[in-house]
């Protein structure tokens, strides 16, 4: 029986009521998982030899861009183009405080910095308040910060030089941000033309872009609600919301399934050299190792893995270093990874 054939969908509790997991996770499996048994109003998904979906459908892919974006430092660290062990402060045109003295733009790039994921404290009521409404109303926590000026600011508050100075490895949204502009300012580039340089014409790719412009603005999936907003019906369209200039670099990254291959099978390199450097099976749950996460499936298999949420878009992606495979799932909706992501994964890591 071929594989596409032993589809079958069998009993699984969730939270959100009766969905099923396919017993065999092949890619058009998966896809129909999303689209007709959790609701998504678009799916593409993908793995390193197969995809379901249309593959120049374009996506927002959050927090995926950020392996794009590493990929790219990379090869310009590789090619003697970049020294990514510069202190942020002698590079960057912000005015900042000492306490940024210390870090470097390697340090920005694997979460060694200390600054916090957003300009948010998880132990100010104030400051989940504000995450509480932008989920409740469907707004984006960083919608204020258009220009470099209003991000300055933030970077060189009281809250932020704290969290700073406990220098607590932390997956950081502002560090990354920061980066990017960094780079720019070391190189002159804006980080458009060194998506270009280093990847997009490298790898090939068609679909990848900061900016849908012209044709590639009809391929790009409106964005919908999924379980945030939650005021808003499932599947229903909601505004785009882009991140300003200043924060491009962090999340803002338009991309396709078909390029998402291209991009993650050029970044095996990264992962083994990170795993030279700490094995996985020395690895705790949920350990950062670059920009990704260290997951156990059911079974025992560990993974890494990435997720990303952007209003209107919610992507995910997850490595298996002892197969060499990955499974990438794209949505056009507003969700964060739940439970199903992993399932599937696992299902799929052990076909």
């Given at each position: 029986?071929?594989?596409?054939?032993?589809?079958?969908?069998?009993?699984?509790?969730?939270?959100?009521?009766?969905?099923?997991?396919?017993?065999?996770?092949?890619?058009?499996?998966?896809?129909?998982?999303?689209?007709?048994?959790?609701?998504?109003?678009?799916?593409?998904?993908?793995?390193?030899?197969?995809?379901?979906?249309?593959?120049?459908?374009?996506?927002?892919?959050?927090?995926?861009?950020?392996?794009?974006?590493?990929?790219?430092?990379?090869?310009?660290?590789?090619?003697?183009?970049?020294?990514?062990?510069?202190?942020?402060?002698?590079?960057?045109?912000?005015?900042?405080?000492?306490?940024?003295?210390?870090?470097?733009?390697?340090?920005?790039?694997?979460?060694?910095?200390?600054?916090?994921?957003?300009?948010?404290?998880?132990?100010?009521?104030?400051?989940?308040?504000?995450?509480?409404?932008?989920?409740?109303?469907?707004?984006?926590?960083?919608?204020?910060?258009?220009?470099?000026?209003?991000?300055?600011?933030?970077?060189?508050?009281?809250?932020?030089?704290?969290?700073?100075?406990?220098?607590?490895?932390?997956?950081?949204?502002?560090?990354f941000a920061l980066l990017v502009l960094c780079v720019e300012d070391l190189t002159g580039?804006?980080?458009?033309?060194?998506?270009?340089?280093?990847?997009?014409?490298?790898?090939?790719?068609?679909?990848?872009?900061?900016?849908?412009?012209?044709?590639?603005?009809?391929?790009?999936?409106?964005?919908?609600?999924?379980?945030?907003?939650?005021?808003?019906?499932?599947?229903?369209?909601?505004?785009?919301h882009r991140l300003g200039s200043a924060l491009r670099g962090m999340g803002s990254i338009?991309?396709?399934?078909?390029?998402?291959?291209?991009?993650?099978?050029?970044?095996?390199?990264?992962?083994?050299?990170?795993?030279?450097?700490?094995?996985?099976?020395?690895?705790?749950?949920?350990?950062?190792?670059?920009?990704?996460?260290?997951?156990?499936?059911?079974?025992?298999?560990?993974?890494?893995?990435?997720?990303?949420?952007?209003?209107?878009?919610?992507?995910?992606?997850?490595?298996?270093?002892?197969?060499?495979?990955?499974?990438?799932?794209?949505?056009?909706?507003?969700?964060?990874?739940?439970?199903?992501?992993?399932?599937?994964?696992?299902?799929?890591?052990?076909?």
């Amino acid at each position: 029986m071929s594989l596409c054939a032993r589809v079958v969908l069998v009993a699984a509790a969730f939270a959100a009521g009766c969905a099923t997991l396919p017993e065999v996770a092949d890619v058009n499996g998966v896809r129909a998982f999303y689209r007709h048994e959790v609701g998504d109003p678009e799916c593409a998904v993908a793995t390193e030899n197969a995809l379901a979906g249309d593959p120049h459908r374009i996506f927002r892919i959050a927090s995926l861009g950020k392996l794009y974006v590493h990929l790219a430092l990379l090869r310009m660290e590789r090619e003697g183009r970049l020294d990514l062990d510069v202190s942020v402060r002698a590079v960057s045109k912000f005015a900042l405080p000492p306490e940024y003295d210390a870090v470097t733009l390697r340090d920005l790039l694997s979460g060694r910095s200390g600054l916090p994921r957003d300009f948010l404290n998880p132990w100010n009521p104030l400051d989940w308040h504000t995450a509480f409404c932008c989920g409740l109303f469907g707004t984006h926590i960083y919608e204020g910060f258009e220009s470099r000026c209003d991000f300055a600011e933030e970077l060189t508050s009281g809250r932020t030089r704290s969290f700073l100075r406990e220098r607590r490895p932390l997956y950081s949204n502002v560090g990354f941000a920061l980066l990017v502009l960094c780079v720019e300012d070391l190189t002159g580039k804006t980080v458009d033309e060194i998506l270009r340089d280093e990847l997009v014409v490298p790898l090939g790719l068609e679909d990848t872009t900061f900016c849908p412009v012209g044709e590639e603005r009809v391929r790009v999936s409106p964005p919908c609600a999924g379980k945030l907003p939650w005021l808003c019906r499932r599947g229903t369209v909601v505004p785009e919301h882009r991140l300003g200039s200043a924060l491009r670099g962090m999340g803002s990254i338009f991309s396709s399934a078909s390029d998402c291959v291209k991009v993650l099978t050029a970044y095996w390199p990264v992962i083994d050299d990170l795993l030279g450097q700490k094995p996985m099976a020395t690895c705790e749950e949920n350990e950062m190792r670059g920009l990704l996460n260290v997951r156990t499936l059911k079974g025992g298999r560990r993974i890494l893995y990435r997720f990303g949420m952007i209003y209107g878009g919610a992507s995910f992606v997850a490595f298996d270093p002892s197969s060499r495979r990955f499974l990438v799932i794209l949505r056009n909706v507003t969700s964060w990874p739940a439970s199903e992501d992993f399932d599937l994964s696992a299902l799929h890591f052990n076909l």
